[in-house]
């Protein structure tokens, strides 16, 4: 089966892990990567990607026409479409191709800037062409149905093997960090809980963006004594994950998020994962036995205490690994499934 996956191709955690996970699978598979239609960087190409429109988002939907007419997808996979036009998905599917899409963020919420909204702009218009359309989080299969779109389905986000792994090198027992948050600042209150870690003296460390914002940046590089504002890269990554006894995830309120990617990348190297609480992180890991979570940053630091005393977070890493490989949440799972649904439309038009 030929797939050609289409998006911004720039970073390996979006569309090259689908990409590569339908090749693992022993599919054709074919790129397409916009971003590259935005080179060299300038003023120009700058107020075309953040306006959606100029020559270069033209030539984008042009291009990809012509690379689907010399590849002949059996399904093209659209990621998180900023730029694709619904004419040219309509052009793809009279040439025999099935169309998906996919929004790992959400295009509902009201939480963004203006300019971030406008991104959006093309998707929302595009879905109602595409043959099925693929979400984050359930909200948005009610936001769909609002304006008339109801082929949506939920394709939950995922870990990549060769980024999310245990590393057997490092001893769950001598393990020196108690707790570890590797994430972006937003103004929701997470950095309440972290100044709380600091009042009792917790060992922890964080890395991320945006933390200058924060009323606490002051006193938490000086608590940590390194300059946390920092993009962990693969290997990075990685080992700052590996290296927590207890992993702390805080849920995006922009996105509206009940559940993160992390969520799935805590589990996958064998680290506790402590979690903002919401019915859908319970609907996947089991209270207190595959994970724990926390509504106030009081409850954070109780359960943070009560796991570190006498290694009770091993447990809670182990069960939630098991539950984490049971339920396959890698991006070779989330590419089976979207196969399936690409069966289930073929299997429907006969």
């Known amino acids: ?7 911004a191709g720039d970073y390996e955690i979006h569309d090259p892990a689908i990409a590569k996970g339908f090749s ?7 790129s397409f990567a916009w971003h590259e239609f935005f080179k060299p960087v300038n003023f120009f190409k700058k107020m075309q990607r953040k306006f959606v429109l100029g020559p ?8 990809l026409i012509k690379s689907a007419e010399d590849f002949s997808p059996n399904l093209v996979f659209i990621y998180r479409n900023i730029y694709i036009h619904p004419r040219t998905i309509c052009v793809l599917k009279k040439r025999g191709a099935v169309v998906f899409s996919y929004n790992n963020d959400d295009p509902f919420s009201k939480k963004y800037s203006y300019f971030n909204r406008q991104l959006s702009r093309v998707y929302l218009k595009s879905v109602h062409a595409c043959d099925h359309n693929f979400v984050f989080r359930h909200k948005n299969i009610q936001d769909f149905n609002k304006i008339g779109v109801h082929n949506v389905s939920i394709l939950r986000a995922f870990f990549i093997k060769e980024r999310a792994f245990c590393l057997p090198m490092i001893d769950k027992e001598e393990k020196e960090v108690d707790v570890i948050f590797v994430g972006h600042y937003e103004l929701d209150g997470r950095d309440e809980y972290v100044n709380s870690l600091i009042d009792q003296k917790i060992k922890f460390e964080l890395f991320g963006f945006g933390w ?3 009323k606490y940046y002051l006193r938490i590089r000086d608590y940590l004594g390194y300059d946390f504002s920092v993009h962990l890269h693969s290997k990075d990554y990685n080992e700052a994950l590996n290296s927590g006894k207890i992993a702390l995830v805080f849920l995006s309120k922009l996105n509206n998020d009940t559940y993160t990617t992390r969520c799935f990348e805590i589990p996958a190297v064998k680290t506790m994962m402590l979690c903002e609480r919401t019915e859908d992180m319970q609907s996947m890991f089991t ?4 994970a724990a979570y926390f509504s106030s940053p009081q409850e954070c630091l109780e359960k ?8 009770r977070y091993k447990a809670i890493a182990e069960n939630g690994y098991q539950r984490l490989m ?8 989330r590419c089976r499934e979207i196969l399936d649904k690409y069966s289930q439309i073929c299997g429907a038009r006969k």
Do not use: C, W
């Open 1 to 7: 089966m030929k797939i050609l996956v289409v998006g």
């Open 24 to 30: 693992e699978l022993g599919h054709e598979v074919r």
């Open 56 to 63: 270069a988002v033209r030539n984008i939907n042009k291009t």
């Open 212 to 214: 200058k914002a924060s």
């Open 287 to 290: 209270e207190d036995h595959e």
């Open 304 to 311: 943070v205490n009560f796991y570190l005393e006498n290694n």
């Open 326 to 333: 049971q339920d396959g949440h890698e991006a070779k799972d």
